[in-house]
Each structure stands twice: as C-alpha cells, then as structure tokens.
C-alpha cells in the first residue's frame, strides 16, 4: 500500500492529535504525509482544503479532502479490513460513539473555557467560565464511573477520551481534573503511555 494521504495539522490542537492517535492505532500512520499549517496566518491556504478554516483536514490520493476529525478517524480506519476503532453495527457501535461525542465535548468545554479566560477579564463572561467548567466535571464524573467497563483495546471513544485528559492536563492544569477521580486517573495513566500518545503530545506553535 502506498503512502498518498496529506494531513494539515496544527500540534497543539487537541482534534489534530485524535486523528494522529488514531493512525497509529489503526497502523496507517505511514502512509500519511504531514504538513503543518498554521491556520491563523493572514496568507493561509487552508480554505482551499476546507472551506471552514480548520484542522485537521486530509487529502486524499484522488484529490478529495475530508475534514473533521472523526470523519478522517474513521477513515482511516477503513483503510486496513481488520479496522477495529469503531464497530461496524449493533449497540457496542453506538456506545463508543457516544464516549466520543462525550469526550469530544470535554474537548470542546476545555477551549471555550480557555478561550473565554484569554480575554480582558472586564471582558470575560464568568457564567461562560463556569458552564464550560460544569460540562467538563460532569462528563469525567460519568467517565469515572463508566472507566471498568472500557475495553481493553482502543476505540474511538477512549482515544478521543485520552486526548482531552491530555488536553486538559495542557491548557488547564488549574482545574485538577484528578481528583475525585482515582479510576479515570489510573486509566490515563496507562493508557497516555501507549506510544502512539507519547508520539503526539501536544505541543506550542511559534
């Protein structure tokens, strides 16, 4: 199989690390060319991959490009038959893409929340800062509950799951998402050590 698939990404974004996690898991990670882009610079092409603005988005060998993160995750997953990060039918399916969609909301709370602090503080909307902060306490107590049940290999759901804790640990350490939350916090702990996490920590753009 050859390499032929483009990835526009931006390190520190917490759906660009999805979707690197993802290809490592789905062990397609080779066939994928990286290029950076910053989507902030005034002179940035990216509108012509997505219209939207955004990354990640990935070309594909015939020139199509898909955006969304858990678009191109699936994806990639169906490049190899064994694809095993998102169930093809039945209950286990949509269960693990309502962890998703949970997790992915802890993702999305975690940058409002962030977004809004970044303002001058007479600017800040502190009822904002808290329901962002509420959404991010009651999914991970659900989490925490949810953790036994978890399967052992990978999913969509979990790997999303493991980069918003990884994202929270790096845009807001403050909120200590730890405590309270022994079983979540074992989990990431094992689970964050998976090399295809390690290979994608988030990082600073200059």
Not at 41 to 55: C, E, F, T, Y
Not at 83 to 94: A, C, N, Q, S, V
């Amino acid at each position: 199989m050859e390499a032929g698939l483009q990835l526009r990404y931006m390190p520190s974004l917490p759906y660009v690390r999805k979707v690197c996690v993802a290809a490592r898991e789905a062990d397609v990670e080779d066939l994928i060319e990286y290029v950076p882009t910053d989507i902030r610079a005034k002179d940035s092409d990216i509108r012509d991959d997505n219209p939207l603005g955004k990354v990640p988005a990935l070309t594909l060998k015939n020139g199509e490009v898909l955006f969304d993160s858990v678009v191109i995750c699936e994806f990639l997953d169906s490049i190899k038959d064994e694809g095993k990060l998102f169930p093809p039918y039945g209950f286990e399916r949509w269960n693990v893409l309502r962890q998703h969609a949970q997790a992915n909301g802890v993702m999305d709370a975690t940058w409002l929340r962030r977004r809004e602090g970044m303002r001058a503080e007479e600017k800040q909307s502190k009822s904002q800062i808290r329901h962002q902060t509420k959404a991010i306490d009651a999914a991970l107590d659900a989490f925490e509950k949810e953790v036994p049940e978890f399967p052992d290999d990978p999913t969509i759901g979990t790997i999303t799951l493991g980069v918003a804790l990884g994202y929270l640990d790096f845009r807001a350490p403050e909120l200590n998402w730890r405590d309270g939350r022994p079983a979540l916090t074992d989990w990431y702990e094992e689970f964050s050590a998976r090399p295809s996490m390690q290979a994608t920590l988030p990082r600073e753009t200059t």
